[in-house]
């Protein structure tokens, strides 16, 4: 009975967020999104932990040129239900859960940003069957260390809050003479971020993933993307040595959300990237 309270609560909430395309069933209940009908499916994954998917459109929208766009919020976020576990492996079980209802029998892409790449990362290691490739952006090092995690007792569930962040832009001027002037800018976005178990359970449970070293079992094409600013902990230095088929991008004034300095250059590389993938 509250299996079946939790779905049709579940369906309401879909009816009241504009866009929305449904939820994937199963506890919790995650809402999602689809943008475009190709027959390549990719999957964004946001960033945080404990984000929810808003702030990756409608740039991410672009990924549609080659395959149809599934945007989702995680669990404890956005419109998904809250859970009472936040483990990293539940994450890996409802990425699953996602793809098993949006692609069915295919194999899928995998679009990260941040803590949405580490999952990306994991998801590869652990079910390397169900994927393409990955797209990654927003890197940092490495968290697993193969131990034990002992769970605490994390705040269940504090309300969400709004930050902005700030990226470097790169604006491109047309001038009379048939030149174009490069200028960079400053531009921001807003992010809802919920904290307490949604955010420091996944991440303090991380522990327990295998050390990096592991992850050279990776082998389907991944496309990485860093920026000058992010050089000091986006790890891109090492992963480019453990993944055995990985195609680095580094983008001009580019910061940890290498996809908002410039969307243009990124979002063609992209879709080349799935373009070519598909094609082999």
């Not at 309270?5 to 504009?18: D, G, K, R, V, Y």
């Not at 504090?158 to 490069?182: G, Q, W």
């Amino acid at each position: 009975m509250k299996s079946w309270l939790a779905f049709l609560t579940c369906w309401a909430n879909a009816l009241l967020s504009f866009g929305q395309d449904g939820f994937i069933v199963g506890n919790p209940c995650l809402a999602y999104w689809q943008v475009g009908q190709q027959k390549e499916t990719i999957i964004v994954l946001h960033g945080g932990p404990a984000a929810q998917h808003e702030y990756l459109r409608p740039e991410f929208d672009a990924l549609q040129q080659n395959a149809k766009v599934i945007f989702y919020d995680q669990r404890g976020c956005g419109k998904s239900q809250q859970a009472n576990s936040y483990t990293w492996q539940e994450h890996v079980a409802d990425l699953r859960r996602v793809i098993k209802q949006v692609a069915k029998k295919q194999k899928v892409f995998l679009a990260g940003s941040s803590w949405g790449s580490t999952l990306a990362i994991i998801y590869a290691y652990s079910h390397p069957s169900d994927i393409k490739g990955l797209i990654l952006s927003g890197t940092y090092q490495w968290e697993g260390e193969a131990k034990e995690y002992v769970p605490h007792s994390w705040p269940v569930h504090y309300p969400p809050h709004r930050e902005s962040f700030e990226e470097k832009r790169i604006l491109m001027n047309p001038l009379p003479t048939s030149e174009v002037a490069v200028d960079t800018i400053t531009v921001s976005k807003t992010i809802e971020l919920y904290t307490g178990s949604p955010m420091s359970e996944t991440r303090m449970s991380f522990i327990s993933a295998p050390v990096a070293d592991c992850l050279r079992q990776i082998k389907v094409p991944i496309l990485l993307f860093n920026g000058p600013l992010s050089q000091s902990f986006d790890w891109v230095e090492r992963y480019v040595k453990l993944f055995p088929n990985v195609e680095l991008h580094t983008l001009a004034a580019a910061g940890h959300d290498a996809w908002f300095s410039n969307p243009d250059l990124f979002f063609s590389i992209s879709n080349e990237f799935i373009r070519k993938t598909v094609d082999k």
